[in-house]
């Protein structure tokens, strides 16, 4: 699970790690996602998140309330 940070760069929500929209991902090009679901992470000159799906935040603590929480504005594990 990644965030999209204030900074415009996309973090983990577990380890705060810094990730890429994959550049053939047909979310490259579009509005970037508050939240996003990834699958695979491509290792080169940057770390780039590939096999994307859209999510709501609201959807983690629905879901797993017992593994997320909601801190301020962003959603974080336990």
């Known amino acids: 699970l990644a965030y999209l940070h204030h900074s415009g ?3 983990t929500c577990r380890g705060n790690r810094e990730l890429e929209i994959h550049p053939l ?3 490259y090009t579009i509005r970037q996602p508050q939240y996003i679901v990834f699958c695979e992470l491509l290792h080169t000159t940057k770390v780039f ?3 994307l799906t ?3 935040g609201d959807w983690l ?6 593994y997320y929480v909601k801190r301020g ?3 974080e594990d336990r």
Request: proline share 5%; with cysteine; aromatic share 10%.
């Open 25 to 27: 991902s047909c979310l």
């Open 9 to 11: 760069i996309y973090r």
């Open 54 to 56: 859209v999510i709501e």
């Open 73 to 75: 504005v962003r959603y």
């Open 61 to 66: 603590t629905e879901l797993a309330p017992h």
């Open 49 to 51: 998140m590939k096999e």
